[in-house]
């Protein structure tokens, strides 16, 4: 395909959200922006969920993780099924019967105003972190495959800046009148077009390898990349217990103490249907992550058997679109990448807006309705802007991992103060010194930072090796010493933190009520 062809579906696509855009956002209101009016059908809004949870990261990510780590992605799938668990039978009843626009709202009821800005703040954080993470690599993907090969007045080469402005700016565009009522529709339509793609490049890869419908499960279940259960090495990060445990924290956090995903859920009409929501969204979102893993075990397999030097996040990207496996699965992946790009940076940029306008400025305390639309307003033009500029930063300075993989690791440092907040404030009755949890909270931060980095210690040094002239340890026996000390700290690290976090409010408590 030629970059000018791809240019025309980016259009047609953006022409779509635009008119949705149009027909759900003729109020304007806050009420519209922040909740829907509480009117969404819930299985509108579980469908959406499942393109929002997934994203970029998992469109191109989770295929390239095969070649490296199997099938053990999937231990943290099923521990997601625990985490959103606890999210429908815990926190949804919370919420609703709080009637809460900001999930952080309830800091400020249980602990004071300095929990609730903390969590607020970490909140932002790692939202603003975590989007531009997801939208980093689906615009670099663009980049490579569109505006590298286009002249931008007289250069070769459309700057990277200049890719994502736009791309931020046409969301924007569609989000800046109805923001999440708008969003649920959206994220209805991208979801499609990401399943679809998955489902078509399976097609494509399969019939390629010579694999019928019945055939390619069986394929799959015969490669010795299809292990999903690792329990030999307690210390890897790629344990079971660790995955699973870990993918149960990461659902609670990053969907549960998340306003992104939760402020979805609270446009339902009633709990009971955001609890339908999330009953059926954990059953299809399990289902997808294992069709995005057969799909990994089909690219890297086709990769070998061709000659084609792509790994990681450029697996997918390089043969859809240029092994000549036909026009048709490049544009698949096309709509299903910029989809993907879309349904994450869309419902993220409106968060942001609604986080920082009610939790940060308070502007339902402060102000009457027409100045909190045009506070909101100014809001989510700046939250455009700081994605752009937070983006750029990670086009310099990000290294070549997976991108679900350090996205993770970082929701483990930024969500850890949410969930030991969350679980104080729910499983215990004490109240706290208010004023010292922003303290405790970025300590937590810091002292799990050093437990990661403490974990990677190798003993080599003479003093500790020698003990005296007659009984030396050798070298090789140092290197042997070094591989038993060491620990892999993986996704656990949300834990830690969260755990660090609670012992510190436990330190700062003063009586319970």
């Not at 521990?79 to 039978?89: C, E, F, M, R, S």
Request: with cysteine.
């Amino acid at each position: 395909m030629q970059p000018y062809h791809i240019l025309l579906l980016i259009a047609g696509y953006f022409g779509v959200l635009m008119l949705i855009s149009y027909l759900t956002g003729k109020s304007g209101s806050n009420a519209d922006f922040f909740k829907a009016g509480k009117q969404s059908p819930w299985y509108l809004v579980a469908f959406g969920m499942i393109g929002a949870s997934l994203s970029g990261v998992t469109f191109i990510s989770v295929p390239g993780w095969i070649e490296a780590s199997s099938f053990s992605y999937f231990q943290v799938v099923l521990g997601y099924t625990v985490g959103y668990a606890v999210i429908g039978l815990v926190l949804l009843p919370l919420y609703y019967k709080l009637n809460l626009t900001s999930i952080y709202t309830y800091l400020e009821g249980r602990f004071g105003n300095s929990s609730y800005k903390t969590g607020a703040s970490f909140f932002l954080l790692s939202r603003i972190v975590g989007a531009s993470f997801r939208l980093y690599l689906v615009a670099n993907v663009l980049q490579l495959l569109v505006f590298d090969k286009m002249s931008f007045f007289g250069r070769e080469g459309v700057p990277f800046w200049v890719t994502v402005t736009i791309t931020i700016l046409l969301i924007w565009l569609y989000t800046f009148k109805a923001g999440i009522k708008t969003i649920v529709w959206t994220d209805t339509l991208q979801t499609l077009f990401m399943l679809i793609a998955v489902g078509v490049a399976i097609y494509f890869v399969s019939d390629e390898m010579g694999l019928s419908g019945g055939n390619i499960m069986s394929f799959v279940a015969d490669s010795d990349l299809s292990q999903i259960f690792f329990f030999e090495d307690w210390k890897s990060g790629d344990h079971f217990v660790k995955q699973f445990l870990s993918g149960a924290f990461i659902a609670i956090v990053m969907t549960g103490l998340d306003q992104d995903m939760m402020q979805k859920n609270l446009t339902c009409r009633n709990l009971k249907d955001a609890q339908k929501n999330i009953f059926w969204f954990t059953i299809v979102l399990t289902i997808v992550n294992m069709v995005f893993l057969v799909l990994g075990v089909l690219l890297t397999v086709y990769a070998a058997q061709h000659g084609i030097d792509a790994h990681k996040d450029q697996l997918f990207p390089t043969i859809a679109v240029e092994s000549g496996l036909g026009i048709g699965l490049a544009i698949v992946f096309l709509l299903g990448l910029i989809a993907a790009a879309y349904s994450s940076a869309d419902s993220a940029l409106t968060s942001l807006t609604t986080s920082f306008s009610i939790d940060i400025l308070d502007i339902e305390k402060k102000y009457d309705q027409e100045k909190q639309v045009r506070i909101r307003k100014r809001i989510h033009i700046l939250m455009s802007i700081v994605l752009i500029l937070v983006i750029i930063v990670f086009k310099y300075v990000i290294a070549d991992d997976s991108v679900i993989a350090r996205l993770f690791k970082f929701a483990g440092f930024t969500y850890g103060p949410l969930l030991g907040l969350y679980a104080f404030g729910l499983f215990t009755t004490w109240k706290i010194k208010d004023k010292f949890v922003p303290i405790i909270a970025i300590c937590s931060v810091l002292l799990s930072i050093l437990i990661n980095l403490s974990a990677q210690i190798y003993t080599y040094y003479s003093d500790a090796l020698y003990t005296n002239t007659t009984n030396r340890l050798t070298w090789n026996k140092a290197g042997e010493l070094a591989k038993e000390l060491y620990y892999e700290v993986g996704f656990e690290i949300l834990i830690i933190n969260g755990l660090l976090t609670f012992i510190g409010l436990v330190l700062i408590r003063t009586q319970k009520d």
